[in-house]
T-cell receptor, first 111, second 111 residues
Framework: NAGVTQTPKFQVLKTGQSMTLQCAQD?????MYWYRQDPGMGLRLIYY???????DKGEVPNGYNVSRLNKREFSLRLESAAPSQTSVYFC??????????FGNGTRLTVT | LAKTTQPISMDSYEGQEVNITCSHN???????ITWYQQFPSQGPRFIIQ???TKVTNEVASLFIPADRKSSTLSLPRVSLSDTAVYYC????????????FGAGTRLTVKP
């Protein structure tokens, strides 16, 4: 049982380039989330999707877009990457009343 | 949203019991207390959740006093593999969107 799978694991971008981070879960959860974690800090919520077909902004949505492709998949897109977006990105899923299940992250460096 | 305060770091030795206290003075009536553990290069992992008094599972115990303004995560007989960052979160159990990760407590277990 894979849980939450994120791809890629590592990525280096130049300023201004775009990319999409992929996330898929196999637990049939309704809710999915994208977080970023900067060194020495906790996780901050970027966007979430409470159910298939809905998305909402979290604490730090600027510079990002998301797509809930279906119940399993939730992608995060950086249209024009900036050095301030260098971070580790975590995807998570959950069901109502249940804890968050996280993937192992994508480490993104923007130069 | 309830704000949490926990120590930035703690050291312990193998075999000892470790207690990490979290303060949450403005906890709301419908808020639960949830603890996550994060190892390097991994996403956080759920440890335990509680509302009041004491909750115990195979990994840890959670002690919550009657006023619920603080909580203590207790790890019995820690080993080197318990070295991790531990996060205390407060929020409605049914709404992960309102859960906020602070910087956590970095626990280092020494031989």
């Amino acid at each position: 049982n894979a849980g939450v799978t994120q791809t890629p694991k590592f990525q280096v971008l130049k300023t201004g380039q775009s990319m999409t981070l992929q996330c898929a879960q196999d637990m049939n959860h309704n809710s999915m989330y994208w977080y970023r974690q900067d060194p020495g800090m906790g996780l901050r919520l970027i966007y979430y999707s409470a159910s298939e077909g809905t998305t909402d902004k979290g604490e730090v949505p600027n510079g990002y877009n998301v797509s809930r492709l279906n119940k399993r998949e939730f992608s995060l897109r950086l249209e024009s990457a900036a050095p301030s977006q260098t971070s580790v990105y975590f995807c998570a899923s959950s069901e109502v009343g249940s804890p968050l299940h996280f993937g192992n992250g994508t480490r993104l460096t923007v130069t | 949203l309830a704000k949490t305060t926990q120590p930035i770091s703690m050291d312990s030795y193998e075999g000892q019991e470790v207690n990490i206290t979290c303060s949450h003075n403005n906890i709301a009536t419908n808020d639960y207390i949830t603890w996550y553990q994060q190892f390097p290069s991994q996403g956080p992992r759920f440890i335990i959740q509680g509302y009041k008094t004491k909750v115990t599972n195979e990994v840890a115990s959670l002690f919550i006093p009657a006023d619920r303004k603080s909580s203590t995560l207790s790890l019995p007989r820690v080993s080197l593999s318990d070295t991790a960052v531990y996060y205390c979160l407060v929020g409605p159990a049914y709404n992960n969107n309102d859960m906020r990760f602070g910087a956590g407590t970095r626990l280092t277990v020494k031989p």
